[in-house]
């Protein structure tokens, strides 16, 4: 039996691997599972149906017999919890990799997001001038914090793990951003996530979804 997740049947980011499924596709790829996926459109993401799985109404959901989960930070360390090739067996690097991959979500990304939703939700606010170089800060204190303790490695810990996947998938909402530039460790860390084979197959299948919808329908799929 395949796990399914759930994912935007029309994304926002047309197909470009930003919204949350993109990470647990991206850890399902790395482990070797595969899955199926169910596409919801906004307003079947509301119904009673996926708030059962999902009191906020929002994707991703993993749902794998009993075993039915939200929050992408806990399907992918749920996911990674049985593979080597995302958790290391040995319990101080395992507790290591759980604390960058809670980082990636606790840390670095709430002052990205809250610069990306100033950037697409309140442009006309009359304080938008004044706090967004503030909200800027915030972003690059966090990037400096990271780019220092990633130095010239190219993971965080000892070999790509859980906590890369999650942080890679974190810093990509940058975008080409002059903020992200800054840091050219950084931009390097990024592209090794985003050259990796798994990731390839995922960001593929969810980029497949944007086109299909583009031409013009369906709402089921699989990978
Ligand atoms: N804390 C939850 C988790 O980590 O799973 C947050 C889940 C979440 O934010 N889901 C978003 C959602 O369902 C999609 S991923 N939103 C619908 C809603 O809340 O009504 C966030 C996202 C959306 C769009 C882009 N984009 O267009 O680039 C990027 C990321």
Redesign the pocket.
């Known amino acids: 039996m395949r796990p399914t997740i759930t994912a935007f049947a029309t994304?926002?980011?047309r197909g470009?691997g930003?919204?949350?499924d993109m990470p647990v596709r991206w850890a399902l790829e790395e482990a070797g599972i595969a899955y199926d996926v169910r596409l919801l459109s906004?307003a079947e993401?509301k119904e009673p149906a996926h708030l059962a799985l999902q009191p906020?109404?929002?994707?991703?959901t993993f749902e794998d017999g009993d075993v039915v989960l939200?929050?992408?930070?806990a399907i992918v360390l749920h996911v990674a919890d049985p593979s080597d090739a995302l958790l290391p067996r040995g319990p101080a690097a395992r507790a290591r990799a759980i604390s960058w991959t809670s980082a990636a979500?606790g840390t670095i990304e709430p002052p990205i997001v809250e610069r990306e939703t100033m950037l697409l939700l309140e442009r006309d606010a009359p304080w938008f001038a004044d706090r967004l170089p503030r909200a800027e800060e915030r972003v690059t204190r966090r990037l400096a914090q990271l780019s220092a303790r990633l130095g010239e490695r190219d993971w965080l810990e000892d070999g790509f793990g859980c906590g890369d996947l999650m942080m890679v998938s974190v810093l990509r909402?940058l975008g080409g951003s002059d903020l992200l530039a800054t840091f050219p460790n950084l931009v390097a860390y990024v592209a090794r996530g985003e050259a990796r084979p798994a990731f390839a197959r995922a960001f593929a299948a969810q980029r497949a979804v944007f086109e299909r919808t583009n031409e013009g329908s369906p709402s089921r799929s699989s990978s």
């Open positions: 994304s926002p980011d470009r930003l919204a949350r906004f993401m906020f109404a929002q994707i991703p939200f929050e992408t930070c979500v909402r």
